[in-house]
Nanobody, 123 residues
């Protein structure tokens, strides 16, 4: 079992920045991946970004490419999502997730999920 806890959400004006953090309860396998998804009211959960624990390869949704950066700290079992130039359409609950194997963009591929953290971007 891997427990994930997100933090760092909040209310920010459009154009602002936030940094989300996610800590895993135990050391993750080297051949595993972490990802951030988000879900806005009335919408399906959508992929935001993913990173492989071993080599740190990163992947982004087109909607956040160039604005968001995912990173990890293997020693602390943590993954981060730096969000810059935030837009009102980025408003959602953001979830951290974990899987064994390579990073993927489909939510059903991930085995463990955090409780989510709310990000609200005002216009």
């Amino acid at each position: 079992q891997v427990q994930l806890v997100e933090s760092g959400g909040g209310l920010v004006q459009a154009g602002g920045s936030l940094r989300l953090s996610c800590v895993a309860s135990r050391r993750t396998f080297s051949s595993s991946a972490m990802a951030w998804f988000r879900q806005a009211p009335g919408k399906e959960r959508e992929f935001v970004a993913a990173i492989s624990w071993s080599v740190g390869s990163t992947y982004y949704a087109d909607s956040v490419k160039g604005r968001f950066t995912i990173s990890r700290d293997n020693a602390k079992n943590m993954v981060y999502l730096q969000m810059n130039s935030l837009k009102p359409e980025d408003t959602a609950v953001y979830y951290c997730s974990y899987k064994i194997g390579p990073p993927l963009s489909r939510a059903h591929e991930y085995d463990y999920w955090g409780q989510g953290t709310q990000v609200t971007v005002s216009s």
